[in-house]
């Protein structure tokens, strides 16, 4: 289920590192497996930063893998700019998604991609990447 504030308010970006994050092209995405030790294997995906926070789609919707493991584990890690971060996965809805609409026009403007990432299908599976600890078994 879908919410549409975050529970972990607490867990905010530093500024430094979300622009980082932010201004790269090249985060993986990598969700715990159902063992919830085991990190996925890292995925490319686009991912774009609102006011402060970051957040990433799922080009193939909700049946993208990604997606349900990280819904349904709730952490793992991203690697981007040269960083490694341990983070909280937490699906959003609502008017926040056309925010993430329009910093994803401004980001990735030109790619024969936006269309599909600004679409129906994508931003139901739109995930807030939050900093956290690792889960543990």
Do not use: C
Request: glycine letters at 8%; hydrophobic letters at 40%.
């Amino acid at each position: 289920m879908a919410v549409q504030e975050s529970k972990a308010a607490g867990s905010k970006w530093q500024k430094d590192e979300l622009r980082k994050i932010a201004e790269a092209d090249d985060l993986h995405i990598a969700p715990f497996r159902e063992d919830g030790v085991t990190y996925g294997t890292p995925t490319w995906i686009w991912s774009v930063a609102v006011e402060d926070a970051l957040y990433v789609r799922g080009y193939n919707g909700q049946k993208s893998r990604w997606y349900r493991a990280a819904v349904r584990q709730k952490a793992g890690r991203i690697i981007s700019a040269g960083m490694t971060k341990e983070v909280m996965f937490e699906a959003v809805d609502g008017a926040i998604n056309d925010r993430i609409d329009d910093a994803y026009r401004a980001k990735y403007r030109g790619s024969p991609y936006l269309k599909p990432m600004i679409g129906a299908r994508a931003r139901a599976a739109t995930v807030r990447v939050m900093p956290g600890k690792a889960k543990t078994a």
